[in-house]
């Protein structure tokens, strides 16, 4: 699909919200990045700017990409609303055309799965790969399952080997550090929590 059909897609769902996410940063980030020491940091499908700004909070200098603008202008609102929108550049990218430049010490990729052919997930988490410094990060999040609320979607969840198969990574040049499915919790459109399980594969490059 075309760039304006994705963009438009992702917009249109924002829209229709006033928070389609919950502010709070990404579980498996904290935990995952919490200890490493603060530098440059990529987040691919920034969204509202959740994770962006708890890096940037932490010393990170962040380059926050995503597709809808509408995303990323509240995002921007909520940057200078915590005093950070100094370390955080706000990009708009259709993964799928174009890709932010730069290598960085840090790249994660969370929950970037999309109906159809609107994202071409392998070869952007590809491209994720090749922007990770050496001695940098890779955190990749995704969910293993679909939601209770939407049982019949036709999305491609990968299992964690999937996702490191598609990588593609060359030999001797990563070092695999986690490769896991795990429990969250997360409020359904009726407000009940419900338990999900995502998938995260954290790899540093030598």
């Given at each position: 699909?075309?760039?304006?059909t994705?963009a438009?897609?992702w917009?249109d769902r924002?829209?229709?919200?006033?928070?389609?996410?919950?502010g709070?940063?990404?579980a498996?980030?904290v935990?995952?990045v919490?200890?490493?020491?603060p530098g440059?940091?990529?987040?691919?499908g920034a969204?509202?700017g959740?994770?962006?700004i708890?890096?940037a909070?932490?010393?990170?200098?962040v380059?926050?990409?995503d597709i809808?603008?509408?995303?990323l202008?509240r995002?921007?609102?909520?940057?200078?609303?915590?005093?950070?929108a100094?370390?955080i550049?706000?990009?708009?990218?259709?993964?799928a055309e174009?890709?932010p430049?730069?290598?960085?010490d840090?790249v994660?990729?969370?929950?970037?799965?999309?109906?159809?052919?609107l994202?071409?997930r392998?070869?952007?988490?590809?491209?994720?790969?090749?922007?990770?410094?050496?001695?940098?990060?890779?955190?990749?999040?995704g969910?293993a399952?679909?939601?209770?609320?939407?049982?019949?979607?036709?999305?491609h969840?990968?299992?964690?080997?999937e996702?490191?198969?598609?990588?593609e990574?060359?030999d001797?040049?990563?070092?695999?550090?986690l490769?896991?499915?795990?429990?969250?919790?997360?409020?359904?459109?009726?407000?009940?929590p419900?338990?999900?399980?995502?998938?995260?594969?954290?790899?540093?490059?030598t």
């Open positions: 699909m075309s760039e304006d994705g438009r897609f917009d924002y829209a229709q919200h006033e928070h389609l996410w919950s709070e940063p990404n498996a980030l935990r995952e919490g200890d490493l020491p440059t940091a990529l987040d691919l969204g509202e959740a994770d962006a708890w890096l909070r932490r010393g990170w200098r380059t926050a990409a809808s603008q509408v995303a202008d995002a921007a609102r909520h940057a200078r609303d915590a005093g950070v100094d370390r550049d706000l990009q708009r990218h259709d993964l174009t890709f430049g730069g290598s960085y840090l994660c990729a969370f929950f970037l799965h999309s109906p159809g052919e994202l071409p392998g070869r952007v988490l590809r491209s994720a790969a090749a922007a990770v410094a050496p001695g940098g990060t890779l955190l990749i999040v969910h399952g679909p939601p209770p609320w939407e049982p019949g979607t036709d999305v969840l990968p299992t964690p080997q996702v490191l198969d598609a990588l990574l060359p001797g040049e990563w070092e695999l550090l490769s896991e499915e795990h429990e969250r919790v997360q409020k359904g459109p009726d407000g009940e419900h338990t999900r399980i995502d998938n995260a594969l954290k790899l540093r490059r």
